[in-house]
């Protein structure tokens, strides 16, 4: 808190309106921390913060890889770190999107909800044999301040039949994911979803 204070302090009261202050050390020791005690890859979210300040923190300790949810994002992580991994995260997307990312972008991992998603990624990006085809389940959401189970996710009953459609398609990996809604309040959300729930 004494940075914040002094930070303030140098600037005076004379300024209206927000201020920003920038920590770009507190992301180098929450990426540290998170690497240390995550056994497996880590993606950071680009639209949680796209600061350039963030991303450039996030890269200098140790985040290679990038979750990205829209055209705009790819092509950000794209041109600002040439060779980083780039997962597309978003289960919809558009056509222009998918092949951008893919011949642009360099973008291998996409995610589905739907054979109508797989579709459309297989042929704007020629037939590919080099994706990673993440499918993701619809989950509950309770507890969340923004639900996305009526939006986004195969349903438990839907989910064998894409998942054996996308991994006759690949030869790459083939995941799973899910999203518990934004602001989830219920840490348990997660293991409830990870049960199929």
Same mark, same amino acid.
């Given at each position: 808190?004494?940075?914040?204070?002094?930070?303030?302090?140098?600037?005076?009261?004379?300024?209206?309106?927000?201020?920003?202050?920038?920590?770009?050390?507190?992301?180098?020791?929450?990426?540290?921390?998170?690497?240390?005690?995550?056994?497996?890859?880590?993606?950071?979210?680009?639209?949680?913060?796209?600061?350039?300040?963030?991303? $450039?923190?996030?890269?200098?300790?140790?985040?290679?890889?990038?979750?990205?949810?829209?055209?705009?994002?790819?092509?950000?992580?794209?041109?600002?770190?040439? %060779?980083? &991994?780039?997962?597309?995260?978003?289960?919809?997307?558009?056509?222009?999107?998918?092949?951008?990312?893919?011949?642009?972008? /360099?973008?291998?991992?996409?995610?589905?909800?739907?054979? $109508?998603?797989?579709?459309?990624?297989?042929?704007?990006?020629?037939?590919?044999?080099?994706?990673?085809?993440?499918?993701?389940?619809?989950? $509950? /959401?309770?507890?969340?301040?923004?639900?996305?189970?009526?939006?986004?996710?195969?349903?438990?009953?839907?989910?064998?039949?894409?998942?054996?459609?996308?991994?006759?398609?690949?030869?790459?990996?083939? %995941?799973?994911?899910?999203?518990?809604?934004? &602001?989830?309040?219920?840490?348990?959300?997660?293991? &409830?979803?990870?049960?199929?729930?």
């Amino acid at each position: 808190m004494d940075r914040v204070h002094s930070s303030l302090d140098l600037i005076g009261d004379t300024r209206e309106g927000p201020i920003v202050l920038a920590r770009p050390h507190r992301v180098a020791a929450a990426a540290n921390w998170f690497r240390t005690n995550f056994p497996g890859e880590v993606f950071y979210a680009v639209k949680a913060n796209p600061s350039p300040w963030v991303l $450039d923190a996030l890269w200098e300790n140790g985040v290679k890889g990038f979750d990205v949810a829209s055209d705009a994002e790819a092509k950000l992580i794209a041109e600002r770190f040439p %060779g980083a &991994q780039i997962a597309y995260m978003h289960p919809v997307k558009s056509r222009r999107a998918i092949a951008r990312a893919y011949h642009e972008y /360099g973008v291998k991992a996409f995610a589905l909800d739907s054979h $109508d998603e797989l579709q459309k990624i297989l042929e704007e990006t020629g037939n590919a044999k080099d994706l990673t085809l993440v499918v993701r389940f619809a989950a $509950d /959401g309770e507890g969340s301040a923004y639900p996305l189970a009526r939006k986004f996710g195969v349903t438990p009953d839907e989910a064998p039949a894409l998942m054996r459609a996308a991994r006759a398609v690949t030869e790459e990996m083939l %995941g799973v994911s899910f999203h518990v809604g934004s &602001q989830c309040m219920r840490p348990d959300a997660f293991r &409830q979803a990870m049960d199929g729930g």
